[in-house]
């Protein structure tokens, strides 16, 4: 059997790996995050197929598009576009989910392994963007980790790290033991794979 290739791969593409900003925010920006969050309502976190605090136990809010925040998504996008161009290449072009400001608090705040794209409303989600919020001190446990199909890598806990994967590696925060972890979460994405 004889197959020629019907394209030319670009082998500069790497589908299962992320890409990090050490110091994507300065600690004043974090700071003026956390007073950001502040107007906004908290709400207990859920995921797509559920509620159970066996899988994710965390409260949210929502940090939607406005003059406030309107910086923080700028800042994200840019980071996002890097990381997108540098390593994987999808088609973006929408940003449908506001940020979400999560908070893991001591005594098992955890979220177990997950993807972030999935069926409905979910679905045009490619790329996650995670950014660090509280200093390493704050808390112990909480590592994230992401699953890249060569193992289990946990991420940097430096307090503005910005952390960019594609929405279908599978990633959690194991169980914050003592103390808080607070990050940002947003997601870019576009049409379905083709």
């Known amino acids: 059997m004889n197959s020629k290739l019907i394209f030319e791969p670009d082998l500069s593409v790497d589908q ?9 925010f ?21 995921f797509v ?5 066996a ?3 965390s409260t949210i809010k929502w940090l939607h598009p406005d003059k406030n925040t309107e910086w923080i998504y700028d800042c994200l996008m840019i980071y996002a576009n ?15 989910d506001s940020i979400q400001y999560t908070v893991y608090n001591g ?20 790329v996650s963007i995670i950014v ?17 199909g060569r193992g289990i890598q946990a991420l940097s806990k430096e307090k503005g790290m910005v952390a960019i994967f594609p929405s ?10 003592s103390g808080t972890r607070k990050s940002l979460v947003l997601w870019a994405g576009g049409g379905h794979y083709q």
């Open 82 to 96: 890097e990381a997108n161009q540098t390593l994987w290449k999808f088609n973006l072009h929408s940003i449908i």
């Open 132 to 148: 660090q919020l509280s200093d390493e001190k704050d808390y112990t446990g909480g590592d994230f980790q992401i699953h890249t």
């Open 168 to 177: 279908y590696l599978l990633h959690r925060v194991t169980p914050v033991l």
């Open 16 to 24: 299962t790996n992320f890409y990090f900003f050490e110091e994507g």
């Open 107 to 126: 005594g098992g705040g955890h979220y177990d392994w997950h993807m972030d794209i999935g069926p409905n409303s979910i679905a045009h989600r490619k």
């Open 55 to 57: 899988v994710r136990k």
């Open 26 to 46: 300065c600690k004043a920006d974090v700071n003026k995050i956390d007073r950001i969050a502040k107007k906004y309502p908290d709400e207990k976190a859920t």
């Open 49 to 53: 197929s559920g509620n159970s605090e």
